[in-house]
Every structure is written in C-alpha cells, then in structure tokens.
C-alpha cells in the first residue's frame, strides 16, 4: 500500500490523462463526436486529448470556462461567470479526430448520436451514490440543459470529470430540492445521469490499482488537497506512484 498527497489541479491533470485512454472516448474519437464543455477540469481533459491527436497547440484552457467560483474577495457576476468573456475560445468539439475550432455544445447537441460522448464538468459528486451534480445559473440551465435531452433521448454517453475536492455526502436529490425551491436566492443544483470520474477512477483505468480517499486538506498551496491510499499488485503500486509522480508538481489554476 503506497500513499499520496494529490492538490486540486495535479486531481484534475491525473483525471485528463486517463481520460484520455477511455475506451469509449478513443471509439469515438475515431468514428464520432466528441465533446468537451468548457469548465476547469475539462481544460486539463482537453488539453490531454488533444495532446493525443497531435492537435494540442490549437488550443489553450486560459479562458476554457463559464461558470466558476472564486475567493468572496475576487467575486464573479451573480451566476459565477466570468465578467469578461470576451476571450472565450468555445467548447471543444472534436468530430472523426478532427478538433472544430469555435464551435460548442450549442451548435451541435442536434446532432450527435449514439456512440458519440459529452464530457462535462460538475460542482458535486457523491461517491457513495456514484452522482455528480452541477450548479445552475442559466435559466434554460445552460450547457448540460441543452445535453440532457441527447444524452436520455439519443443515449449520448455523458462523462462527469469531478475532481474529489467537490465530494458531499448528503442525498444529491434531497439537496437539489432545497436549492431549487421557489424563492430561494443562488444557483440552482441539478443531479444529473452519467459516468464519474474522479482521481480514484483515472488511477484504476490507467494502473489497475483500488484506491481510496483517506483524508484530505492542507496549507501553503495544498488547500483542497486529497490523501490518497493505494493497494494492489506490486507492478500496479508501481505504475501507480509513478503516474501521480508525473502529475505532483502541477501549478494551481491561476485566473
């Protein structure tokens, strides 16, 4: 048994790196349409992919996001978005391996089909009920609001990166009711169907390795860290620490 400290952004590098060597994500890489909707996470989930397809200079996740939450003294607009967007680079959109530059979810949800794969970020996961939920300051519910009706009526597979920091452990339903009752100021929360995907799976798919989350936080730069506990085989233990390795010395986000 091996044990780590993994910081929020080394969590979101190591899960853009298995992410992509998904089986579902490389099948329709070759034959279909992928889509990843900007959002933190998803700008390492991008990055990765791209890198794959030899196609990574052509993007940049600076501004790859919507919604997002800062320090009380750094405040967004009122639905966590970004004052400024006017650099904004689109979803990525990558269709038969080829990246769509500019384009995102909204020009070609109508579209997809399935065997094709929507990557979307989320602001809660409960690894208990293997849910993920995502807060809502659109009043159409924004980029998973156009999703949905793709992923339940065409079965388009949809893949929650969340990274651990984001855990809860409440009834995501129970929670999304009180959030969303009439009269109540904030984003709203909806649970939403999917495959997560956080540190714990991207460890598993890439080594072989169980893993569980054992404590978590920190100072000095380790804020929203996870401590991470890893057993198996010895060549899995192996792979494992130096997959995490690889990934320990990833800056912060910076914005």
Same mark, same amino acid.
Do not use: C
């Given at each position: 048994? /091996?044990?780590?400290?993994?910081?929020? $952004?080394?969590? %979101?590098?190591?899960?853009? &790196?298995?992410? $992509? /060597?998904?089986?579902?994500?490389?099948k329709a890489l070759k +034959?279909?349409?992928?889509?990843?909707?900007?959002?933190?996470?998803?700008?390492?989930?991008?990055?990765?992919?791209?890198?794959?397809?030899?196609?990574?200079?052509?993007?940049?996740?600076?501004?790859?996001?919507?919604?997002?939450?800062?320090?009380?003294?750094?405040?967004?607009?009122?639905?966590?978005?970004?004052?400024?967007?006017? &650099?904004?680079?689109?979803?990525?959109?990558?269709? %038969?391996?080829?990246?769509?530059?500019? +384009?995102?979810?909204?020009?070609?949800?109508?579209?997809? /089909?399935?065997?094709?794969?929507?990557? /979307?970020?989320?602001n809660a996961v409960n690894?208990?009920? %293997?849910?993920?939920?995502?807060?809502?300051?659109?009043?159409?519910?924004?980029?998973?609001?156009?999703?949905?009706?793709?992923v339940i009526g065409r079965?388009? &597979?949809?893949?929650?990166?969340?990274?651990?920091?984001?855990?809860?452990?409440?009834?995501?339903?129970?929670?999304?009711?009180?959030?969303?009752?009439?009269?109540?100021?904030?984003?709203?929360?909806?649970?939403?169907?999917?495959?997560? @995907?956080?540190?714990?799976?991207?460890?598993?798919?890439?080594?072989?390795?169980?893993?569980?989350?054992?404590?978590?936080?920190?100072?000095?730069?380790?804020?929203?860290?996870?401590?991470?506990?890893?057993?198996? +085989?010895?060549?899995?233990?192996?792979?494992?620490?130096?997959?995490?390795?690889?990934?320990?010395?990833?800056?912060? @986000?910076?914005?």
């Amino acid at each position: 048994m /091996k044990q780590f400290v993994v910081t929020p $952004a080394a969590g %979101k590098r190591l899960i853009g &790196k298995a992410i $992509a /060597k998904h089986a579902a994500i490389i099948k329709a890489l070759k +034959k279909g349409t992928v889509v990843i909707i900007a959002g933190t996470t998803n700008g390492y989930v991008a990055e990765e992919i791209l890198k794959e397809l030899d196609q990574a200079k052509e993007f940049k996740r600076d501004h790859f996001y919507r919604g997002i939450t800062r320090p009380p003294n750094r405040p967004t607009t009122s639905t966590g978005r970004s004052p400024d967007e006017s &650099k904004f680079p689109g979803d990525v959109i990558i269709v %038969k391996g080829v990246y769509q530059n500019g +384009k995102t979810i909204f020009d070609v949800v109508d579209n997809l /089909k399935e065997g094709d794969v929507i990557l /979307k970020g989320a602001n809660a996961v409960n690894l208990a009920q %293997k849910r993920a939920a995502i807060l809502i300051g659109d009043p159409k519910a924004g980029t998973i609001g156009a999703s949905l009706p793709a992923v339940i009526g065409r079965r388009i &597979k949809l893949v929650l990166p969340v990274g651990l920091e984001k855990r809860v452990y409440e009834n995501l339903d129970d929670l999304a009711t009180g959030m969303n009752a009439p009269g109540i100021n904030g984003p709203r929360l909806l649970p939403v169907p999917g495959e997560i @995907f956080t540190e714990i799976d991207a460890i598993a798919l890439l080594t072989g390795a169980s893993t569980s989350l054992v404590a978590a936080g920190g100072v000095s730069g380790a804020e929203g860290s996870v401590w991470l506990i890893v057993s198996g +085989k010895p060549s899995q233990e192996k792979a494992a620490e130096a997959f995490i390795k690889s990934v320990v010395a990833e800056p912060a @986000f910076n914005f």
